[in-house]
């Protein structure tokens, strides 16, 4: 009798086991777990105002009609569904996030440069195809920074950090 083993993808863990530090009710463990809820719904709040900020952009291409009403429309009800979904679930609305910021930069050219970096950064995939090396390594330096702060429990400010490493990374080519 021959035995087939068959892979599970790869997922985030969903179980209330997988994070015990999360479930403790008193104590260190319990700030811990505000702390970072706190910081994660931060990170979230932070990519809706972008998304927003997108979207508004995506509403003047379609007055100034650039593309064609039906397939806009549509486009535009994916984009409020990952709107409804990126704060009650973060972790399943990465692909989505990923599929519409692609489909935005290739059906919509006109306007990719004004997607903001930081959305590409934080739905990665797909998305990072649309970023250049320096700007992934700027991104990964701006991460490592995070994580050193977290670590040392410093409070970190992500916009300001990015724009300390984005000029120190100018002083250095020069």
Not at 32 to 42: E, G, I, K
Not at 142 to 151: D, K, P, S, T, Y
Request: net charge negative.
């Amino acid at each position: 009798m021959s035995m087939t083993l068959t892979k599970r993808p790869w997922h985030w863990p969903r179980e209330k086991s997988a994070d015990p530090v999360k479930h403790v009710k008193t104590g260190a463990g319990a700030l811990y777990s505000r702390a970072r809820t706190y910081l994660v719904s931060n990170i979230v709040a932070d990519h809706l105002v972008l998304l927003d900020h997108l979207r508004s952009i995506l509403v003047a291409v379609g007055e100034a009609e650039q593309v064609p009403d039906e397939s806009h429309a549509l486009f535009l009800e994916r984009f409020d569904e990952l709107l409804a979904l990126l704060p009650v679930d973060p972790i399943e609305s990465q692909y989505l996030g990923q599929d519409i910021l692609c489909q935005v930069i290739t059906r919509y050219p006109q306007i990719a440069h004004l997607v903001p970096r930081d959305l590409l950064w934080y739905f990665a995939g797909d998305c990072l195809h649309y970023m250049p090396d320096d700007e992934i390594d700027l991104y990964q330096a701006l991460e490592e920074r995070r994580f050193e702060a977290e670590q040392n429990d410093e409070p970190f400010d992500w916009n300001q950090e990015k724009q300390l490493l984005a000029l120190s990374n100018q002083d250095s080519k020069h």
